[in-house]
């Protein structure tokens, strides 16, 4: 499993594009072969803040979703609406197994 939280800080006056490009692109990535699960997350408590919580059955498919025609035209789409350039965090799955996440 590859995981990773993609955190995202939005100019205010950006946050309602940024999250009707998102949310193309994430209604694409979960449809990808090798694409676990893709949430877009918004702060309760700081709207212009943004997770994306990326879960992919391996690297390859990580890097594969990086050349999909979705995700370049999200990526150039939302490049200016960002207050700073977005930090991934990578994480390792503990639970659940990975069973628990592919089906």
């Given at each position: 499993?590859h995981?990773v939280?993609?955190h995202?800080?939005?100019?205010?006056?950006?946050v309602?594009?940024f999250i009707?490009?998102?949310?193309?692109n994430?209604?694409?990535?979960?449809?990808?072969?090798?694409?676990a699960?893709?949430?877009?997350?918004?702060?309760?408590?700081?709207?212009?803040?943004?997770?994306?919580v990326?879960v992919?059955?391996?690297?390859d498919?990580?890097?594969?979703h990086k050349e999909t025609?979705?995700y370049?035209?999200?990526?150039?789409t939302?490049s200016?609406?960002?207050?700073?350039?977005?930090?991934?965090v990578p994480?390792?799955?503990?639970?659940?197994?990975e069973?628990g996440w592919v089906?």
């Open positions: 499993m995981i939280h993609v995202i800080h939005v100019k205010a006056e950006s309602e594009s009707q490009a998102t949310l193309q994430a209604s694409k990535s979960v449809k990808e072969q090798g694409v699960r893709f949430d877009v997350l918004q702060d309760a408590r700081d709207f212009t803040h943004f997770v994306l990326e992919y059955k391996t690297q498919d990580a890097l594969k025609e979705h370049l035209t999200w990526r150039d939302v200016d609406m960002m207050e700073e350039p977005r930090t991934g994480y390792k799955n503990l639970f659940p197994d069973d089906s």
